[in-house]
């Protein structure tokens, strides 16, 4: 499998469904790898992970309590979120807010384990996912935690990306323009993802997932590579 076979003119299984469901933790690449195999493949694209932290933007701004279960998930129900699901377009927004760039902050990023180990909230925000999901006709590129498992577990494509934990701490410093103290960074990525796997497990590829372990490669060969996966799936190439 090459990369002309996902050339610039090429549609892949055309008017039919083709979810690629990338799952895995925190700095793995998910998000920035996700975006460019859309791209690629002319899909669109879901950060199921911009939803979590839209959910907790809205909590924290109307001062509600995060462990309080029962009113983060009204407050689910409530969200009047708008998300962008094209990989060239970066927007999400709460209620006509823009809150792309502020839903990225190490303070959201702190708090969101508390709104995402919250069942209630999650069923809905899932339920909202899946809906997205039959909106775009079956086609999309869609990433996060519990999607190969739990959200689309029939995906024509799943994936498990993952890398070190060091190669993790350093993408995620670097992004943040080497903002945060290695302390911080280890709250950010590793503790994070222990909260976060109390309720899904996304350290461990599911039956039928594919493991890509993108500790050793750059991001361009982690396109390839994905890419690659996808080839063999559908083509058995
Ligand atoms: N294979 C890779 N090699 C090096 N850097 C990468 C690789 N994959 C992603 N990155 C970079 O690491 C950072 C974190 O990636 P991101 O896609 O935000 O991860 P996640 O969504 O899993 O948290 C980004 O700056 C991204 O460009
Ligand atoms: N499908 C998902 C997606 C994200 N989450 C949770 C777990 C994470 O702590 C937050 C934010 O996810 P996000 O993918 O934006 O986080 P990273 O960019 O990987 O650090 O949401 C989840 O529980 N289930």
Same mark, same amino acid.
């Given at each position: 499998?090459?990369?002309?076979?996902?050339?610039?003119?090429?549609?892949?299984?055309?008017?039919?469904?083709?979810?690629?469901?990338?799952?895995?933790?925190?700095?793995?690449?998910?998000?920035?790898?996700?975006?460019?195999?859309?791209?690629?493949?002319?899909?669109?694209?879901?950060?199921?992970?911009?939803?979590?932290?839209?959910?907790?933007?809205?909590?924290?701004?109307?001062?509600?309590?995060?462990?309080?279960?029962?009113?983060?998930?009204?407050?689910?129900?409530?969200?009047?979120?708008?998300?962008?699901?094209?990989? +060239?377009?970066?927007?999400?927004?709460?209620?006509?807010?823009?809150?792309?760039?502020?839903?990225?902050?190490?303070?959201?990023?702190?708090?969101?384990?508390?709104?995402?180990?919250?069942?209630?909230?999650? +069923?809905?925000?899932?339920?909202?996912?899946?809906?997205?999901?039959?909106?775009?006709?079956?086609?999309?590129?869609?990433?996060?935690?519990?999607?190969?498992?739990?959200?689309?577990? +029939?995906?024509?494509?799943?994936?498990?990306?993952?890398?070190?934990?060091?190669?993790?701490?350093?993408?995620?410093?670097?992004?943040?323009?080497?903002?945060?103290?290695?302390?911080?960074?280890?709250?950010?990525?590793?503790?994070?993802?222990?909260?976060?796997?109390?309720?899904? +497990?996304?350290?461990?590829?599911?039956?039928?997932?594919?493991?890509?372990?993108?500790?050793?490669?750059?991001?361009?060969?982690?396109?390839?590579?994905?890419?690659?996966?996808?080839?063999?799936?559908?083509?058995?190439?």
């Amino acid at each position: 499998m090459t990369r002309d076979l996902f050339g610039p003119e090429t549609v892949v299984r055309p008017g039919k469904p083709l979810v690629v469901a990338i799952d895995g933790p925190s700095g793995s690449g998910k998000s920035s790898v996700s975006k460019e195999v859309a791209r690629r493949l002319k899909l669109a694209y879901l950060d199921t992970g911009a939803m979590y932290r839209a959910l907790t933007w809205h909590c924290l701004k109307t001062g509600l309590d995060l462990q309080d279960g029962a009113a983060v998930e009204q407050a689910s129900k409530e969200l009047a979120l708008e998300l962008s699901t094209s990989a +060239n377009v970066e927007y999400v927004g709460v209620a006509g807010v823009d809150i792309t760039e502020e839903i990225r902050e190490p303070r959201i990023s702190s708090a969101v384990s508390a709104v995402a180990t919250t069942l209630g909230a999650r +069923n809905e925000l899932i339920r909202r996912q899946r809906q997205i999901i039959d909106q775009h006709h079956r086609r999309m590129v869609v990433e996060g935690r519990d999607i190969t498992t739990v959200v689309v577990p +029939n995906a024509e494509v799943r994936v498990l990306l993952t890398a070190s934990e060091e190669a993790r701490m350093r993408r995620r410093g670097l992004q943040l323009g080497g903002t945060q103290t290695k302390e911080q960074l280890a709250a950010q990525v590793i503790h994070r993802d222990a909260k976060d796997s109390t309720v899904v +497990n996304f350290t461990q590829a599911a039956d039928g997932v594919i493991t890509l372990d993108s500790s050793d490669l750059d991001f361009d060969e982690t396109v390839e590579t994905a890419l690659s996966i996808v080839g063999k799936v559908i083509y058995g190439d």
